[in-house]
């Protein structure tokens, strides 16, 4: 089974090794890399959100995958909890302890998660995916923010301001047109296809080069980095895998979305909003490195077990 999976996401880690060289030979340099990201976060997903929702998505379907959402909740909670004790065991300040807990409650739930998603599962795939980022966003824009802020600053009190950005703004779009059956100009479609399907080969590039970027690897002691890898990418997924076989009432595709999304890697713009919105900037770089870096290996062995 586990041959399989990598038969099949072979491409994409293949698109990261790219992405790394690049990243390596400067062809991507650290403000490129920034550029991209951002690029990805504003433009692309945005775009691909509008685009899948609102050709693919109807009232039916919509019934079919509205415990998506909830899902993203739950794996987002569990990791709170879990972040939590361990956080409280290794006795981090609140600042270190907030970065910390951010890097194990929120995955990388688009930039590696709905290529993979496209491998395993096709288009159905990529909607589950999209459908199940409208809890994911909702608690990563105001939970998030509120964490890396701190529970005493006037950004963690606002952060419910923060969800009025790209990727939001597109989901609720999408989700509109989807549901209303709204005719949409072909024009607009075909550009957001297009625009959309660059999400995946530049989510792909962004991450090998965060793999390749040295100043990923400087933060975080190695209790830290160890606990951060362990929760996100082994304690997780194995409750999740256990918890999935539980629901008898759920497609197997969503079972498997669910197992995908716990296993993966810390979300791979926590440096951006660790500096955005006032984190420990290096522990996020070295959480994002590590854990994108072992999910190589993880992910493949939990796909093959659900």
């Known amino acids: 089974m586990i041959i399989q999976v990598l038969t099949k996401v072979g491409a994409l880690f293949f698109m990261l090794a790219v992405g790394a060289v690049a990243r390596a030979r400067k062809v991507i340099t650290d403000e490129a890399l920034d550029s991209l990201c951002k690029i990805v976060l504003s433009v692309t997903l945005p775009f691909l959100f509008i685009y899948v929702l609102s050709t693919k998505c109807n009232k039916e379907v919509f019934l079919s995958l509205w415990k998506a959402p909830l899902f993203a909740v739950l794996i987002i909670g569990v990791g709170y909890v879990i972040s939590r004790i361990l956080g ?80 939001t703004v597109a989901l609720g779009l999408g989700l509109i047109l989807g549901l209303s059956s709204v005719r949409v100009p072909h024009l607009l479609l075909d550009a957001s296809r297009i625009l959309g399907n660059a999400t995946i080969p530049l989510a792909l590039l962004v991450v090998g080069a965060i793999l390749a970027t040295g100043k990923f690897r400087q933060g975080g002691d190695l209790k830290e980095i160890f606990s951060i890898v362990f929760a996100r990418l ?70 093959s077990l659900v």
């Open 88 to 167: 409280a065991l290794l006795k981090l300040d609140r600042k270190r302890k907030n970065t910390f807990t951010f890097l194990i409650s929120f995955q990388n739930s688009g930039f590696f998660a709905i290529p993979i998603a496209f491998a395993l599962f096709g288009e159905e795939g990529v909607l589950t995916i999209v459908i199940f980022n409208l809890g994911f966003n909702l608690l990563y824009w105001t939970l998030g923010v509120w964490l890396l802020s701190g529970k005493d600053s006037s950004g963690g009190v606002n952060a419910i301001k923060n969800l009025i950005n790209p990727g």
């Open 234 to 303: 082994v304690l997780i997924p194995l409750i999740f895998l256990s918890l999935a076989k539980c629901f008898g009432d759920i497609s197997p595709l969503m079972r498997s979305i669910i197992v995908l999304q716990a296993c993966m890697p810390s979300a791979s713009s926590s440096p951006l909003m660790a500096k955005r919105f006032g984190g420990d900037y290096d522990l996020a770089a070295s959480g994002v490195f590590f854990t994108t870096l072992f999910s190589i290996i993880t992910i493949p062995i939990f796909m």
